[in-house]
């Protein structure tokens, strides 16, 4: 059974001489949902995907179904390639990353839920860019996704993941946790740091609502998900440096969940709060609904042919 106290599974692994990644291997086999090789071509089956969406938005634009969004990975991924970029190069290339898996999700195309469909692109980006700016082979990236869904799974279990639940802050912040705790495993860290790393990202987005503009995983999800891709890079790093996150990752967790259940329900994805009834949220909600309007119409009209014959 999984240890669902942090505290005892760092002392089970640091015992053990395990890492949180193995830990959630040895889990899935107890299960009995595959044996190893079996479990790690799925996660490798995953992990193509969410290799394949963090490239496609990145070289040529691609446009959301409602029309509101779209392009910005392909612009972003243009002005990274000129050097300018104040991230430095594995930040900025997560960023793109992150743009592109969100964008590829509002274009209704195939992503990884990662925990979340709206937070889809920070694990990818935070582990991908990670990869190839430190040149790690793929079997080093499989073990961060273990790593990451171990982090997901405590999270999950103790708290929410969800926006409607608990705003944005337990969809982003969690993949932000998520991805945190990955790098830090993948870059030799200890599950004591990874566990610090994952709550410093959480503790950076406390109080983060879920206010999508008309409604849609779009505005300003994307985004979003490029600056939590950013979050999760920096966690890991001052973890990486020794530093520790004074309040523990269970209490930040619950702290989420306590704050998620506060917050009044116009800014948990119910797009009647926050962002959302601005007056350029609301004309763009309007924008949007006479978008799907005439795409509905049109879909009329070539129903009607098709019947006629046509």
Same mark, same amino acid.
């Given at each position: ?75 972003? =991924? ?15 290339l997560a960023a793109a990353?992150a743009l592109s898996c ?36 793929? =079997? ?30 337990? =969809? ?104 959302a009834v601005t007056p ?19 879909? =009329? ?10």
């Amino acid at each position: 059974m999984f240890i669902m106290d942090t505290e005892k599974l760092t002392a089970y692994l640091q015992q053990e001489n395990m890492r949180l990644c193995d830990y959630a291997l040895a889990q899935e086999l107890e299960a009995g949902t595959g044996d190893r090789q079996e479990l790690r071509d799925r996660m490798a089956q995953t992990l193509a995907v969410m290799e394949r969406s963090v490239e496609k938005a990145r070289k040529e634009p691609v446009h959301s179904v409602s029309g509101l969004t779209g392009g910005n990975a392909c612009l972003y =991924e243009a002005y990274r390639q000129t050097g300018k970029s104040v991230l430095g190069d594995t930040a900025s290339l997560a960023a793109a990353m992150a743009l592109s898996c969100s964008e590829l999700n509002a274009s209704m195309q195939c992503i990884v839920a990662c925990p979340t469909a709206g937070s889809c692109g920070i694990v990818p980006a935070v582990l991908l860019s990670c990869a190839e700016t430190r040149s790690l082979d793929r =079997e080093r990236v499989i073990d961060g996704l273990f790593t990451a869904s171990a982090v997901g799974i405590l999270i999950g279990s103790r708290a929410t993941l969800a926006g409607a639940e608990g705003g944005c802050q337990a =969809e982003c912040g969690s993949a932000a946790a998520m991805g945190a705790a990955a790098v830090v495993e993948m870059l030799g860290g200890t599950p004591d740091m990874a566990f610090h790393a994952a709550a410093m990202a959480l503790k950076n987005v406390l109080g983060l609502t879920c206010d999508p503009v008309a409604g849609l995983v779009e505005i300003p999800c994307i985004k979003r998900n490029a600056s939590g891709a950013v979050n999760a890079l920096l966690s890991a790093d001052l973890a990486l440096a020794g530093m520790k996150s004074y309040i523990p990752f269970d209490e930040v967790v619950d702290a989420m969940y306590a704050i998620g259940r506060a917050m009044p329900s116009e800014v948990r994805e119910t797009a009647k709060g926050g962002l959302a009834v601005t007056p350029t949220g609301q004309r763009m909600r309007e924008e949007a609904e006479a978008s799907k309007g005439r795409e509905r119409d049109r879909t =009329e009209v070539v129903k009607k042919d098709l019947q006629n014959g046509h």
